[in-house]
């Protein structure tokens, strides 16, 4: 007989994200993204970072000050880093779904849009009143994007050998 207490796609995938996040270096925010196709496949990966060749140790992770000298300038959030990530990769990912441990700012949710992706299941809504959210969620309204809370079984994810 099988096994029947196996965790489900959502908290396979939503873990992948979580996970993902703990590659990040800001000390306030870690963020993850995983983009799986409609097979259940992971397309790709990506976490908030500072672009490829820019040093960690020389850009600012401040989140207050002038704008040039605080993280927002600079930083690569998780989803536009996972549609980057599978750039060079081959295929498209129109009709795939995001899974992200923060809902996407209005900057990533343009880049989700145009990339064809179809459905948002995020973990966690920390700035509902923001105009950045407010903004994503009407662009999503707007082109039939559907974006879900995760929801977690409840069950204890346990690994035994």
């Given at each position: 007989?099988?096994?029947?207490?196996?965790?489900?796609?959502?908290?396979?995938?939503?873990?992948?994200?979580?996970?993902?996040?703990?590659?990040?270096?800001?000390n306030?925010?870690?963020v993850?993204?995983?983009?799986?196709?409609?097979?259940?496949?992971?397309?790709?990966?990506?976490?908030?970072?500072?672009?490829?060749?820019?040093?960690?140790d020389?850009?600012?992770?401040?989140?207050?000050?002038?704008?040039?000298?605080?993280?927002?300038?600079?930083?690569?959030?998780a989803?536009?880093?996972?549609?980057?990530?599978?750039?060079?990769s081959?295929?498209?990912?129109?009709?795939?779904?995001?899974?992200?441990?923060?809902?996407?700012?209005?900057?990533?949710?343009?880049?989700?849009?145009?990339?064809?992706?179809?459905?948002?299941?995020?973990?966690?809504?920390?700035?509902?009143?923001?105009?950045?959210?407010?903004?994503?969620?009407r662009?999503?309204?707007?082109?039939?994007?559907?974006?879900?809370?995760?929801?977690?079984?409840?069950?204890?994810?346990?690994?035994?050998?």
């Amino acid at each position: 007989m099988k096994r029947t207490d196996y965790i489900s796609w959502d908290e396979y995938f939503m873990g992948v994200a979580l996970l993902t996040a703990q590659r990040s270096k800001d000390n306030s925010s870690q963020v993850g993204a995983c983009i799986v196709s409609r097979e259940n496949k992971i397309l790709s990966m990506g976490y908030n970072g500072m672009p490829i060749g820019c040093l960690d140790d020389e850009m600012p992770w401040e989140r207050e000050g002038a704008p040039l000298e605080t993280k927002y300038m600079y930083v690569c959030h998780a989803e536009l880093n996972a549609i980057l990530n599978h750039a060079s990769s081959t295929g498209s990912l129109r009709g795939a779904r995001v899974y992200t441990t923060l809902f996407p700012c209005n900057e990533c949710a343009k880049a989700l849009i145009q990339s064809g992706i179809s459905e948002v299941i995020y973990y966690a809504d920390k700035y509902p009143d923001s105009d950045s959210v407010i903004a994503s969620k009407r662009m999503f309204d707007m082109v039939g994007v559907r974006y879900t809370p995760y929801q977690p079984s409840g069950r204890k994810m346990v690994l035994e050998l």
